[in-house]
C-alpha cells in the first residue's frame, strides 16, 4: 500500500509540474513558480528517498539526514542563480509583461529595453528619455504626510 501511495503522489508531482509550466507559458516567469519547480523537485526526491526507506528498511532519520542535505545543497545551488535576470531575459524573449512602461521602470537593463523598442518600432513612454537611456523619473514626493511632518516639527 505504501508503495502505491508513493507512485499516487508521484503522479501528483508530476501533474503540479505540468500545470505549473502551463502557467509559466501563458503568464510568465516569476520567482514564486520558481519556488514551486524547486519544492516539486525536493518533494519527488523526497518520494525516492521514502521508496528506498521501505525497500531496504531504513530508519526515518536516514530520510530526515537525506533532505535535510539536499535542502542544503539546493539553497547553495539557488544563491549562486541572478534569478532576477533569467526572469526578466525570459519574460522579454517570450513577450510577457513587456508593455513599454514596464520596461522602462526596469532599472539595469537599458540594453534588453533598447533592443526591444527597436526591435518591435516602438515609442517609449512620454515620461522616460528614449535618447537619454531610458532615465527612470520619479515624482519625487515627501515621506512624511503634513500631519505627521508638523507633529514632527513641534517636539
Do not use: H
Not at 26 to 37: A, D, H, I, M, S
Not at 52 to 69: D, S
Not at 134 to 145: D, G, N, P, T, V
Amino acid at each position: 500500500m505504501a508503495k502505491i501511495w508513493i507512485v499516487l503522489n508521484a503522479v501528483l508531482i508530476i501533474s503540479t509540474f505540468i500545470k505549473n509550466s502551463e502557467y509559466v507559458a501563458f503568464f510568465g516567469l516569476t520567482y514564486k513558480r520558481l519556488g514551486v519547480y524547486a519544492f516539486l523537485i525536493l518533494a519527488f526526491i523526497g518520494l525516492g528517498y521514502t521508496f528506498i526507506k521501505i525497500i531496504c528498511q531504513k530508519t526515518n532519520a536516514y530520510i530526515f539526514n537525506q533532505m535535510a542535505w539536499f535542502f542544503y545543497e539546493t539553497i547553495l545551488v539557488c544563491a549562486c542563480i541572478n534569478w532576477g535576470n533569467v526572469i526578466t531575459v525570459y519574460n522579454i524573449s517570450v513577450g510577457k509583461g513587456v508593455e513599454p512602461a514596464f520596461l522602462c521602470s526596469l532599472n539595469f537593463n537599458d540594453e534588453a529595453r533598447e533592443n526591444y523598442f527597436l526591435a518591435n518600432k516602438i515609442n517609449a513612454p512620454e515620461q522616460y528619455s528614449y535618447r537619454q537611456g531610458f532615465i527612470y523619473q520619479q515624482k519625487k514626493e515627501s515621506f512624511l504626510s503634513k500631519v505627521l511632518y508638523y507633529e514632527f516639527i513641534k517636539d
